[in-house]
C-alpha cells in the first residue's frame, strides 16, 4: 500500500510540470540577445580599389582653366576606355578616365551649350546642372573588335558637390566622348598619369 501511494505521488507531480515546447527557436550563444542575425542584410561589397597616385595627387591650389584644352597623341592603335570613375576630394571634384595598355589617346575638353547631342544618333542627352563639359578622346574606343562593350556602364551620377552626372555622349569612328553635367562651369585642370594609363579632370568647387 505504501508503494502504491509513492507511485501516485509522483505521477501527481510530473502531471503538474508545464509541458516542453519542440517549436520554440534555438537561440544561438553568440547571437546577442534581442538580435535576429538571419534576417540581417549582407554587408555591402567594398568599392573597387584606385590607384595610390589618384589619392596623394589632390592638391586643390590650382588656377586652371574655364577655356578648351587640346592635345595630340600619336598612338598606334585605338586606345580602349576601360574605366570611368568619379570622387571628391577637398576643393574639387575628379573624374577619372582609364585606359588599357600604356597608351593615352589624344584629347581635347571643352565647356559646350546645350543641347548636349548624342554623336550617332543627334538625340538630345539630358544632364543635370548649370554647366557641361565635353571631354572627347581620338583614337579612342569603348568597345573591342568584335563590338563588345569594355564597360557595363554609360553613365554615372555621383552627385558631388561639382559633378553631379556623367554620360557617354559618343563611341563612333575610333571617336569616344563623354559629358559631365557640373553645378557650374568652374574651372578645371587635366592630369595624364600612368600605370595603369589615365586622364585625370579635377573641377574645383568654387
Request: some cysteine; proline content about 8%.
Amino acid at each position: 500500500m505504501k508503494n502504491i501511494l509513492v507511485f501516485m505521488l509522483i505521477a501527481a507531480s510530473t502531471a503538474c510540470q508545464p509541458a516542453v515546447n519542440d517549436n520554440r527557436p534555438v537561440v544561438n550563444a553568440s547571437t546577442p540577445a534581442g538580435s535576429s542575425a538571419d534576417l540581417r542584410t549582407p554587408s555591402p561589397a567594398p568599392s573597387k580599389p584606385t590607384p595610390a597616385d589618384e589619392s596623394s595627387v589632390s592638391d586643390a591650389d590650382f588656377s586652371g582653366t574655364a577655356r578648351s584644352t587640346d592635345k595630340k597623341h600619336q598612338i598606334r592603335d585605338a586606345a580602349l576606355l576601360a574605366d570611368v570613375r568619379a570622387g571628391r576630394h577637398d576643393g574639387f571634384d575628379r573624374i577619372v578616365f582609364e585606359f588599357r595598355g600604356a597608351d593615352l589617346p589624344g584629347y581635347h575638353i571643352e565647356y559646350i551649350d546645350k543641347p548636349v547631342r548624342s554623336c550617332g544618333s543627334g538625340e538630345v542627352v539630358r544632364l543635370a546642372g548649370d554647366g557641361w563639359l565635353q571631354v572627347r578622346f581620338e583614337p579612342a574606343n569603348a568597345h573591342t573588335e568584335d563590338g563588345k562593350p569594355t564597360l557595363t556602364f554609360r553613365e554615372i551620377a555621383p552627385m558631388l558637390p561639382t559633378v553631379l552626372e556623367v554620360k557617354s555622349t559618343c563611341d563612333f569612328e575610333a571617336q569616344v566622348e563623354w559629358v559631365a553635367g557640373v553645378s557650374s562651369p568652374n574651372h578645371y585642370r587635366v592630369l595624364e598619369l600612368k600605370s595603369p594609363t589615365r586622364l585625370v579632370v579635377d573641377i574645383k568647387h568654387k
